[in-house]
């Protein structure tokens, strides 16, 4: 296996590579967005989270305009339907990279394959988002964990669900009140969907309707022998 550095005209500005998405029909077409916990010296918090496209493989790197709140770019994810439609997140359980939920981005998506971006938080009520997941059985069907270690002023977390393709996010009432961050369902059965937050794990059997506390807050420690304080992503084999 040969790998080829395609960095080589990226500007990431010292900035780390957070998140990559391919395009299934195109696999030229490839996005990244970029963080930092710790922000290179000389760039300020309005370019700490950055989003690019390529169409040609890495030949050449377009950054997308997402306005100044990205902050922390920590996924992107395409509509399997419509690969024009593409959504992503801002922040992570531990980076919110922002003082106050005003200044966070929470949830960006564009319809024409990155020309224009929109936030769309209605109904958010937190806008640090760590991770979206759209839901295998229907595209227009989204689920976002939110919430973050660091702004303590603000209600915790929780898991939000949005029925036509992120326009509105309603909270699911019988999920965790508590900071949230990677969401993936059961490939073997989609009705079975994980979740995790800080120092916790849950379970959901119902398509995401209510979720029990496998692992639940605020106990440090382990969980069958994995030590995690801030779950980045959950792999179900």
């Not at 990244?32 to 918090?45: D, E, H, K, L, Q």
Request: charged content about 15%; hydrophobic content about 35%.
């Amino acid at each position: 296996v040969t790998w080829n550095d395609v960095t080589g005209n990226l500007d990431l500005k010292g900035m780390g590579i957070w998140t990559l998405a391919i395009h299934h029909e195109n696999p030229n077409i490839v996005y990244i967005g970029t963080g930092a916990y710790i922000r290179p010296s000389g760039i300020s918090v309005d370019e700490s989270g950055v989003i690019f496209k390529t169409s040609n493989g890495g030949q050449s790197w377009e950054q997308m305009d997402i306005g100044n709140k990205g902050r922390f770019i920590s996924s992107i994810v395409i509509d399997p339907v419509n690969p024009e439609v593409v959504y992503a997140t801002t922040a992570l359980l531990d980076a919110c990279k922002a003082d106050s939920n005003n200044q966070l981005a929470g949830v960006f998506k564009t319809t024409d394959g990155g020309q224009t971006w929109i936030e769309a938080n209605n109904g958010l009520l937190h806008h640090a988002v760590h991770r979206l997941v759209i839901d295998p059985t229907d595209h227009n069907t989204l689920f976002v964990g939110t919430g973050c270690v660091g702004l303590p002023d603000l209600e915790e977390g929780n898991i939000f669900k949005s029925t036509n393709a992120g326009e509105t996010w309603t909270q699911i009432i019988n999920s965790p009140d508590h900071s949230i961050g990677p969401i993936v369902f059961d490939p073997n059965d989609l009705n079975t969907m994980y979740a995790a937050g800080y120092y916790s794990f849950y379970k959901s059997e119902d398509h995401g309707e209510k979720w029990d506390a496998i692992y639940p807050p605020g106990q440090s420690g382990h969980y069958e022998g994995a030590a995690y304080h801030f779950p980045y992503q959950i792999i179900v084999h």
